[in-house]
């Protein structure tokens, strides 16, 4: 089993930064894949960025260039940097592992972000 729990959201002026924090703990060495998803009220739930076990990252479009995927190895942890936060960025934010030993996604209990214009 994997536990995800987030942090870091908040309400933010569009223009603004938010870091957000994901801490992963319980069976890790099973996963294959971590990332960030977001989820507008009324919407479908969308990848925002991901991270694989090779280092490789991937983005959605409407990020790149403003948000930053990264981790701490050490502290078995995975951030989002977000600069320059547009009113459409404002979602609940949910970190995502994914074990392709177990083909199970763990989800975290989501994160609220707010940009106000």
């Known amino acids: 089993q994997v536990r995800l729990v987030e942090s870091g959201g908040g309400l933010v002026q569009a223009g603004g930064s938010l870091r957000l924090s994901c801490a992963a703990s319980?069976?890790?060495?099973?996963?294959?894949?971590m990332g960030w998803y977001r989820q507008a009220p009324g919407k479908q739930r969308d990848l925002v960025a991901t991270?694989?076990?090779?280092?490789?990252?991937n983005y959605a479009d409407s990020v790149k260039g403003r948000f930053t995927i990264s981790r701490d190895n050490a502290k078995n942890t995975v951030y989002l940097q977000m600069n320059n936060l547009k009113p459409e960025d404002t979602a609940v934010y949910y970190c995502?592992?994914?074990?392709?030993?177990?083909?199970?996604?763990?989800w975290g209990q989501g994160t609220q972000v707010t940009v106000s214009s």
């Open positions: 319980g069976y890790i060495v099973s996963i294959n894949y």
């Open positions: 995502n592992a994914y074990s392709s030993r177990y083909d199970k996604d763990y």
């Open positions: 991270f694989t076990n090779g280092g490789t990252t």
